[in-house]
């Protein structure tokens, strides 16, 4: 990768350097983090998940990228969004407040989680990642 692709014209290879150390710190960070967090895409898949999100789920990581999260996530009745397009909604709550889910396993088993979810904008205001993150439910 090139100065020109981190920063574009007059992008040092001191500033390149610290760039990259910096998005490998973050992802490292991400990948090791002791919550299960996913990010998905505005179409409803996973783009990048975290080790204990597949460590939860059964899976490894080939197998959770491009998965609809409609194939691991439960929803309940009385969930705040019952369609992923509600979610991506001009109204919908850019952090929603931690809720019961059920998801389920690659085995078919279910895991009950209390999960929230956060909407990352793009600059002209579009949704362009939900970053969610669970925490197992042991009262349920």
């Given at each position: ?5 981190l920063?574009?014209?007059?992008f ?5 350097a610290?760039t990259?150390?910096?998005t490998?710190?973050?992802l490292l960070a991400?990948?090791n983090a002791?919550?299960?967090?996913a ?10 998940c ?6 939860l789920?059964g899976?490894?990581l080939?197998?959770l990228l491009?998965m609809?999260i ?6 309940a ?8 397009d509600?979610r ?10 931690e809720?019961?889910?059920t998801?389920?396993r690659r ?15 793009d ?12 925490v197992?439910?042991?009262n349920?």
């Open positions: 990768m090139t100065a020109a692709h920063g574009g014209p007059g040092s290879g001191a500033r390149a610290e990259v150390a910096l490998a710190e973050s991400f990948e002791a919550l299960p967090l990010v998905c895409n505005p179409g409803g898949r996973i783009v990048i975290n080790r204990a999100l597949r460590t789920l899976y490894e080939d197998e491009g609809p409609a194939e691991v996530v439960e929803v009745p009385d969930a705040l969004y019952k369609t992923w509600d991506l909604d001009a109204g919908a709550l850019d952090i929603t407040p809720r019961p889910y998801l389920w085995d078919g088993s279910a895991v009950n989680v209390r999960a929230s979810s956060s909407l990352v904008h600059n002209e205001g579009n949704v362009r990642y939900v970053i969610a993150r669970a197992v439910d042991p349920r």
